[in-house]
């Protein structure tokens, strides 16, 4: 008898054990697909992990159903890793698994499919069996698998849909309500009845009498034969100083075309820029000694102030890396995956850069698997958020990870819980590639490992260009509103400074960590505080829908006119955020074109790259954003940043509030004066004395490190302690309560190590269900892997008590 080994991408820890036959047998590798049954009807997309001739014994094989695949489209590397994974962050291996493929690949009897949108179909590209289930399409919005089944009467269809997928025929129905819609650039070019000489002639009589109209298309000649890359309706306007309406006319009268490009997706004809790239001196020096700690070190930190040109060191080493064949990856966080930063490595590597973040639609995803798995020079750079961590590379050489400090590396949920800088190191080994981090404000982290010489160092203290650092200056507000020096949430100092940048044509980022117009609102005779029926949160009032809404879980009311506790009409809102610094600067510089950044702002189809856009484009000369602002965006003609309250940040419940407080302000400070002229930074709070203030008016990273790595040797965290975060949920209080305590009790019996907790979360209830925590504190010289198979027994037997069965736990292991 023959047996495959599969991995379900289910929440399920073992691997299956199905039937296949001796044929099957000899066919199938390691990392294909194949179609099983599962559970009393379901089918799903399992990926095979081994072959063997041994009988399961507590189970009876069922037989697979059918191969997806003609050659394995994951690899062993991929294999191991995603089952270091599991282990090392406690999860099921098949989270991993259908946290890592993209999920058209893992089609299953519940998928529901739908034809794509707005694409034509040649009816004969499509075999038979294809063009019944487009055809039945056409009279049904959706299908699902089974239903497919039923059309084409036979028992397997998985293969035709997958077809139908790759021929862009179909796509799966979660997508249908993808928010994000790729951004597509209007071009032009002359229609193909001039495209021999003889017709050019006819077309420059035929625009005689209109001036405007040959000047446009004159100019169109003038660029296209000046550059290889496709002329955007933008570029041609700008050009010729015309306007779009006689673009419009040259359209309808048929001597130009228009066409659409998915902006990130333009074709470089493979015109990597000719100029090199000519790095400054200390930028050869970065270079140079990174690659000196790569002959004997695997993992280098990049530690660099905002500005000094990381982003062109990284471009060096990768070209070294491209020349002979390797791949190479760059990881950043989601949302610094900007148009920007994918255009400046377009421009030397062309077409050889693929991207890869969630905001991809499935079919992109999975082309750039395939490019991936095939080796293809379309992806011999990827450029990704951290799921890029799971494409099937093999012949990795180079991972970079830009902002390694960044929390959003760390995926919270759902499982796995891993963070993409740590699971990268792993996977650099198993390719023996080297990583890369950079950073101007390093985690604590990482730079302990550096000095700890677990890490090469790098260290570039100058900015590119010799650009001074920005100037910091500190506003005491307690000051300011006792002498009454405040207008709103502005201090003088504040105001004067935006004045003079305003005058100077330059522009201005304002950065308050908080979305909204004013966090809550209170009632001045009771001091009731609405909250949110479903969290234990206090609602947040957007004024620009008149409404107070639930930042956890999206619940929304028109915002009271009464007190609901006391009936009071005497209601003030307390706090500020975004929206509310946008309304006051409104009346304190009406003429001044201002923006707002901000998860609302940004929500819509292409909100974050509009604004970044029209800032860019100087169509904005005061942007106020959270702290998307800070994502490695460069703007050079920003000469002043404004922090609207410092203090939010450093009084965050969390043992890493200093550090990122320190980091965020950096950042954002980073963001001003990155061209000749110094930029400069005006900080407002009620502590300037507080260390971490200082030590960011001062630049003073080492003091922060310092500082912080003492306080957390004191208080056991990391880097001296590992920390496993439990976090337990359900909607019944007092059940929760006791599961909780009884979990707690095992625990701390059972583990010679600080167990703290059961404790109620500062936000103790999300969506109805109570939460509480347990936090397990393990010195990095305790031996980590027999520590979580005791966690583990103990989470096991936790499930095995019957009353407790329904409180879910979750398992976050270097909690961030
Ligand atoms: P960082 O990532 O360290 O904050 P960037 O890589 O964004 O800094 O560089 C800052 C600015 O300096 C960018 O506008 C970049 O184009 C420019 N720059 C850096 N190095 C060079 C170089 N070697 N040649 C030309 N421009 C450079
Ligand atoms: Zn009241
Ligand atoms: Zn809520």
Redesign the pocket.
Known sequence: MHFVEVILPLSLAKTFTYRVSEAEFHFVKNGMRVVVPFGKSKMYTALIIGKHQNEPLLYEAKEIDQILDENPIVTQIQITHWQWIASYYMCAIGDVYRGAMPSALLLESETIVSQKQSVIIEENILSDEEYLVYQALQQQSSLRIHDITSILNKKNVFPVIQRLIDKNVLVLQEEVQELYKPKWVRYVRLHSRYHSDSGLGDLLDALKGAAKQREIVLTYFQLNAKENHPISVKQLIEVANSSSSIVKVLIEKEIFEEYFIQEDRINFQGNAQEAA????KA?QQACDQITSHFETKEVCLLH???????????IKLIEEQLASGKQVLYLLPEIALTTQLVG?LRTYFGDKVGVYHSKYSNNERVELWKQVLEQSTKAQIVIGARSALFLPFSNLSLIVV?EEHEQTFKQVDPAPRYHARDAAIVLANAHKAKVLL?S?TPSIESYFNAQSDKYGLVE?TE???N?QLPEIELVDLKDSYFRKKMTGHFSEALIEAITTSLSLGEQVILFQNRRGYSPIMECLTCGNVPHCQQCDVSLTYHQHKNQLRCHYCGYAMAKPTQCHSCSSIDLATKGFGTEQIEQELITIFPDAKIGRMDQDTTRGKFGFEKIIDSFKNQEIQILVGTQMLAK?L?F?NVSLVGIMNADTMLYHPDFRAFERSFQMMTQVA?RSG??EKRGKVVIQTYNPNHNTIQQVTNNDYIGMYKEQLYDRQIYKYPPYFRLIKLTLKHRDFDKLKEGAMWLYQVMSQNLALPVLGPEEPPISRIRNEYIRTILIKIPQTTPIGSTKKTIQKMLTSFEAVSQYRAIKVAVNVDYY
């Open positions: 790239l000519e790095l400054s930028q660099g102030l905002t500005s000094s040109g990381k982003t062109e060191i990284y400046r830009d950079g101007a570039i900015r590119y260009g650009v490695g460069d050079n980073g990155r061209s």
